[in-house]
């Protein structure tokens, strides 16, 4: 079997842990994808993860496709400046104002750190503040998460991860206006920066209350300390203009990555270009890479942005995410379970549980074995819905009306079978 060879050389048989789906006697095999479906060797699905969200326009889109077979024919990497990358740029940069200057770099993590890093540069100072259950990649920054209750100071979510940088990483939780200013407070002139999912995507979905977000616009800038959205699921997603454009919020620096290259690898930060001026070669906080700006993911990104200038692409994926949602609550309703479902724009998630998501709390209230049974049942009718009861579920502009339908359908067999099995 071939996850028993990929366990002989990969830690745990895969080459990143969500792909383990640790509720299923072996993780997924892929095989191929093509707009809104997986082919596996549990058949054809509709996907839901659609790559963790670095998908919007639906797997292997044919213009996407075309960009980077156009661009493999002039070769794939330069190491030089390129004319489509300033191109890329310019439009995100109309579409993202704050985003005045920017660096391209591979993925979310590298943006992230050297955002992080150039906030500290900037403001010369060390502490950062993070929020309880945001993600914002796998650097030793930001591996760090919350005590319960207030903010703390922070305990390392990974071995490996040195106390001195731990010391710098303050988590506060998320979506507490109050426990926040009280971080702030704590931390006091340290503080170099606020890092934040403006809508936080990785511990299921949590819409913040406009207050929070102005909140941590108001008290950074109050103290001098820099503002960064990590937008990497957000951006592009939640419209051209991403959260920030959503929520009418100017960050210092932003966060970019997924849909932005289309599925191939991709990181950006970028904000003010005063602060971004700080960034080698015109200042002194150093940021290299061999792949940074590669011409195949920015062709992809290019395109992705081309085709989102539509309109369309969002029109789709927000009406599908829009019907599942209700869709599930009405099924949930109907059977008797106490689900509770979460939805914007081409983002959703659902919670066994009473009341409301708001907070972190409330997604380690919600019943995750009940989540992941859903989840295997549903894979047996054809739907891969998010693997997690700690991610989020996306839509594409594949995923039409029918395919919709057809989801709600084996979903509707799926909470049958569900409460069968629970008795
Ligand atoms: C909000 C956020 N920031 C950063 C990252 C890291 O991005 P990457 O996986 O490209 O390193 C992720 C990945 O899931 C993310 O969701």
Redesign the pocket.
Known sequence: MLFERARQVFPGGVNSPARALKHLPSPLVAKAASGPYLYTDRGRLVDYCMA?GAIILGHAHPRVKRAVEEQLERGWIYALLTEQEVEFAEAIRRHMPSVEKMRIVN???EA?MNAIRLARGYTKRDVIIKFDGN???SHDYVLVKAGSGAATWGIPTSAGVPQDVVKLTVVAPYNDVDAFLKAVREVGDRLAAVIA?PVA??YGLIIPDAEFLKALREETKRVGALLIF?E??TGFRLGLGGAQGRFGIRPDLT?L?KVVGGGFPI?IFGGRAEVMDLIAPSGPVYNAGTYNAHPVSVAAGLAVLKELETGEPYRIADEAAGRLAKGIEDIAGRLGFDVVVKQISSMFQFYFKKGDVKTPQDVRESNEKMYLKLHEIALRHGVYLTPSQFEVNFTSATHTREVVEETLAALEKAFQQLKTEIG
Do not use: A, K, M, R
């Open positions: 963790f993925t979310g993590t992230t993600f914002h990649g999912e995507g990785n990590d990497v699921i966060t990555g990181g």
